[in-house]
C-alpha cells in the first residue's frame, strides 16, 4: 500500500511559478511510474505529467514548456514545478503512483488558483 501526501498549492496570479511535491509512503516494494493529474470544476481528470524511474517524462499539450516534472527516488518524492501559470491551470492537482507491477494510489489532491 501507498499513502501519498501532497503539498505546494495556492493562489498565484497569472504569469506566477508553483511547485507541487508528493510524497510516497507506506509498505510497497518498488514505484515504477509517479504522475500528475488535474480536474477542474466540469472538466474530467486530465492528466498533466509523468515519469518513470528511469526518468523518462511525458506531458499533456497544454502545459509543455511551462511545467517541469522531475523526482527523487531515494525519497519516493515527485515534483511538479508549474511556471508561467494561466488562469486555465487552475484545478485541484492529484499525484498517482504506479507500483508493485500495476497498482496504484492516488492522493487527496491539493488545489492550485491562478488569478486573471
Known amino acids: 500500500q501507498v499513502q501519498l501526501v501532497e503539498s505546494g498549492g495556492g493562489l498565484v496570479q497569472a504569469g506566477g511559478s508553483l511547485r507541487l511535491s508528493c510524497a510516497a509512503s507506506g509498505t510497497f516494494r518498488s514505484i515504477s511510474l509517479m504522475g500528475w493529474y488535474r480536474q477542474a470544476p466540469g472538466n474530467q481528470r486530465e492528466l498533466v505529467a509523468i515519469i518513470t524511474r528511469p526518468g523518462t517524462t511525458n506531458y499533456a499539450d497544454s502545459v509543455k514548456g511551462r511545467f517541469t516534472i522531475s523526482r527523487d527516488n531515494a525519497r519516493n518524492t515527485v515534483y511538479l514545478q508549474m511556471n508561467s501559470l494561466k488562469p486555465g491551470d487552475t484545478a485541484v492537482y492529484l499525484c498517482?503512483?504506479?507500483?508493485?507491477?500495476?497498482?496504484?494510489?492516488w492522493g487527496q489532491g491539493t488545489q492550485v488558483t491562478v488569478s486573471s
Open positions: 498517482n503512483v504506479q507500483y508493485d507491477g500495476l497498482k496504484s494510489s
